[in-house]
Nanobody, 121 residues
Framework: QVQLAESGGGLVQAGGSLRLSCAAS????????MGWYRQAPGKQRELVAS??????NYADSVKGRFAISRDNAKNTWYLQMNTLKPEDTAVYYC????????????????WGQGTLVTVSS
């Protein structure tokens, strides 16, 4: 099975920056889509950013402030968050869409456990 490990969450003041990391590990797999989601208390989980095939996609609320990047060789991706706002406060989850060669070549969605980002005003 493939697992995702997240890091980089914490407390930051409004206007500050933070970088989240997500690393996938497992026996044998390939990742098609790498993404970041977030969920604030009482709200639905929403897509923040994703990257696949050299293309990136961002939620309107973070365009121009956040940037997703990846290191395919390390099966790792990042979310650089700049000009953070209090409304960015949420638990952030990384997600991978992948083909798991050790599990009958199944195409799976795998989620990280989440990392809390708190932006103070």
């Amino acid at each position: 099975q493939v697992q995702l490990a997240e890091s980089g969450g914490g407390l930051v003041q409004a206007g500050g920056s933070l970088r989240l990391s997500c690393a996938a590990s497992g026996r044998s797999f390939s990742i098609n889509v790498m993404g970041w989601y977030r969920q604030a208390p009482g709200k639905q989980r929403e897509l923040v950013a994703s990257i696949t095939g050299g293309r990136t996609n961002y939620a309107d609320s973070v365009k121009g402030r956040f940037a997703i990047s990846r290191d395919n060789a390390k099966n790792t991706w990042y979310l650089q968050m700049n000009t953070l706002k209090p409304e960015d406060t949420a638990v952030y989850y990384c997600k991978a869409e992948l083909l798991d060669y050790s599990d009958l070549n199944r195409y799976l969605e795998v989620w990280g456990q989440g990392t809390l980002v708190t932006v103070s005003s």
